[in-house]
């Protein structure tokens, strides 16, 4: 049976997109539970946290967008030193505040270099996006007078969030607030990715130029998503600073950016869970290697990065295929009993 | 990057004030010190990225692991001349051979499997492949600096017209130039050098005319690697050798090769100078800037001409 796509079916397959499967209901429970299970694990969870929305914002330029980038750390380390700036010269004082300015400030950077990965390969977006990252690392560097240099900024003193609840020392409050930004900021990726304009955008991945002969905006859509992802990422990088209450040279660097695309391939890429569940494998298996080999864990990074590649991220990232074709046929279903 | 700059110390030494019309003199002769010191040092960097220009244009392979050979080469001249008591000149050509080997081991055996892979893939396997390398270096040389001991006639300076010239940059831009004719020679009159013309412009038809491009490739990256390992031992003295070798210098390769285009090596060769002469330039006139100067110079390059600044434009 064939049926003319009417914009009313488009309309409803769409809704049933961005159903909600009963295992991302799941995920999420299991998640905010963590709050009351694992008291005394709050340092790493909160690390798992932001490091989950940074990979988050990767995802949504590499698996969304098919922007190879090398640089992505440049978000994160602004989005970190306008925090740790905003609140160590008391300019605003609340950290929600402060957070949204960060992701705003993170963003116009990002805004003004989308234009520079529009143009060119992979090899040369990989070349831009590093090059802006040391750029900025460079600039950080430099302005040692606003930004401590090498020191890193130092003399950070946090707020209570919302006036009310103190980072405490267990990191109990930082850590249900640095969940509370990852699920919000969730939802609204969530919504991004299933709209309309993240169709398109899964459109210009596969096909760059059929994408532009249908009618799309390539660039424009590009220069969006590039704007909102370096936004999530300087959110990312104001929750490390606001949770440690410091900013260093050290999040501008090579490593981070290399480090971020491990954990979003070991999660696998465009499906938006991806960058959370590589960033829960990715912390805890830096944890028990840094434990274990404290000054060369680096190498068995580097090993499952190779090991990763040679076995192919397809079967590597196959373990969660089942959940997400399962997924994908249940929202069918949804969609197509909506639909009739 | 891990650690702090690269380390590009001057042979420059600022002239004392003295009489008005000397100043002039000083300046220039400063300025022509600035250009040796920059020649010898975009010298060595062209003969560390050439090889990985070539890759690049040849299999259009991401290879973000090029400076893990030229610190094998590197701390292979150290093992074999402060350890062992291998003369310094004798140990160059082993330097060469050993990274040459090690690059030929692993193209066939590891990299050989991702050519065919999205860049993506290329650009997290060989990142893997320089975490693995300077952790392991690290491991077994420990991670502190370490320098090759010369012999003592390189070390010094020599005044020629009045210039400030440096025993040993004098001796990196002899042997580079004569290398980088080589290269020239080997690639335009050889039989080999034109099979590898071919397969760099259009690999699918040089296989249609029965070149082997698979061996093509397979002796490049040697030779490449093997050029890598000479550079790194020629410039372990001026660059710094320390297991973050691979990391701190990826960017400068991969701006050589991004810049000039991988269509020749004339382009990464007028790259490689440029970058040396104005780094060490920028370093000395402008220190507040540090490299910042480089990489903007670098993203505007790439904006302007993605294909790089001596792309011949009828390419593939």
């Known amino acids: 049976m064939i049926k003319t796509p009417t914009s009313f079916s488009v309309t409803r397959s769409l809704i049933g997109r961005s159903h909600w499967h009963p295992l991302e209901i799941v995920f999420w ?56 700036l905003l609140a160590k010269h008391e300019i605003i004082n609340e950290p929600v505040l402060a957070l949204i300015v960060a992701g705003l400030v993170a963003s116009a950077v990002g805004f003004v270099t989308s234009f520079l990965v529009l143009r060119g390969t992979d090899l040369t977006r990989i070349m831009v996006t590093l090059g802006v990252a040391l ?18 900024l130092q003399g950070v003193t946090m707020q209570p969030i919302l006036g009310r609840f103190r980072f405490d020392m267990f990191g109990h409050n930082g850590y249900v607030y640095c969940l509370t930004v990852l699920f919000v900021l969730f939802l609204l990726a969530r919504r991004i990715v299933n709209s309309p304009f993240g169709l398109s955008l899964q459109s210009i991945k596969n096909n760059p130029l059929r994408a532009s002969a249908i009618g799309i905006n390539v660039n424009l859509r590009l220069v969006a998503i590039y704007t909102i992802a370096a936004g999530y990422a300087g959110i990312a990088g104001a929750l490390l600073a606001q949770t440690q209450a410091f ?41 028990y290697l840094s434990v274990w080999t ?47 | 990057m ?78 074999l001349v402060n350890r062992m008591g291998v003369p310094f000149f004798a140990a160059l050509p082993i330097a060469f051979v050993v ?51 010369l012999p003592s006639w390189l070390q010094g300076q020599d005044v020629i017209f009045g210039v400030g010239v440096g025993r040993y940059r004098l001796l990196i831009i002899v042997i580079c ?22 397969a760099v412009d259009d690999a699918r038809v040089a296989r249609g005319l029965g070149i082997n491009v698979n061996w093509v490739f397979a002796v490049t990256f040697a030779f490449g690697s093997g050029l890598a390992g000479l550079g790194g031992a020629l410039g372990a003295e001026i660059l710094g050798l320390d297991p973050s070798f691979p990391l701190k210098f990826m960017i400068y390769f991969l701006i050589v090769v991004t810049v000039g285009g991988t269509s020749s090596i004339t382009g990464p060769f007028v790259a490689a100078l440029l ?42």
């Open chain 2, 275 to 316: 970058l040396g002469i104005g780094d060490v330039a920028g370093k000395y006139y402008l220190p507040a800037f540090g490299a910042f100067v480089i990489y903007t110079i670098m993203i505007v390059v790439l904006i302007w001409r993605p294909q790089g600044l001596f792309a011949r434009p009828a390419g593939r």
């Open chain 1, 29 to 84: 429970v299991a998640a905010f539970s963590t709050i009351w299970l694992f008291p005394t694990k709050y340092l790493i969870l909160t690390e798992i946290a932001w490091l989950a929305l940074f990979a988050l914002s990767l995802d949504l330029i590499l698996g969304y967008a098919g922007i190879v980038s090398l640089g992505h750390a440049a978000f994160f380390g602004v989005g970190a030193y306008t925090a740790a």
């Open chain 2, 99 to 149: 990274s040459a080997l090690i690059g030929l081991i692993l193209e066939r055996t590891l990299y050989v499997h991702v050519y065919r892979k999205p860049h993506l893939d290329q650009v997290l396997f060989t990142i893997g492949l320089v975490f693995m390398s300077v952790a392991a270096v690290d491991y077994v040389m420990g991670s502190s600096q370490v320098f090759v001991q």
């Open chain 1, 135 to 152: 750029v900025l690392r460079e600039l950080a560097n430099q302005n040692g007078w606003l930004t401590g240099g090498a020191d890193g």
């Open chain 2, 2 to 79: 891990r650690g702090d700059e690269p380390r590009i110390p001057l042979s420059v030494k600022a002239g004392a004030e003295s009489a008005a019309g000397q100043v002039w003199g000083e300046l220039i002769d400063i300025m022509l010190t600035i250009l040796f010191d920059g020649v010898a040092y975009g010298m060595l960097l062209f003969v560390l990225a050439c090889g990985l220009a070539v890759t690049l244009g040849l299999m259009n392979f991401v290879n973000l692991a090029h400076g893990a050979f030229a610190m094998a080469g590197g701390y292979c001249t150290v093992i």
């Open chain 2, 177 to 198: 130039g004569l290398l980088t004719l080589g290269l020239q020679l080997i690639l335009t009159k050889t039989r080999f050098g034109s099979r590898l013309r071919a």
């Open chain 1, 247 to 287: 900013a260093s040279l050290a999040y501008f660097d090579f490593e981070r950016s290399a480090d971020l695309l491990m954990v979003l391939v070991i999660g696998g890429t465009g499906y938006l869970y991806g960058g959370l569940i590589g960033a829960i494998v990715f912390k805890f298996m830096q944890d």
């Open chain 1, 294 to 340: 404290p000054q060369y864990w680096p190498f068995w990074i580097g090993l499952l990065l190779v090991l990763i590649v040679l076995v192919g991220r397809e079967r590597i990232t196959g373990w969660t295929r089942p959940i997400r074709e399962l997924a994908s046929k249940l929202d069918w279903r949804a969609a197509r009993k909506d639909g009739a």
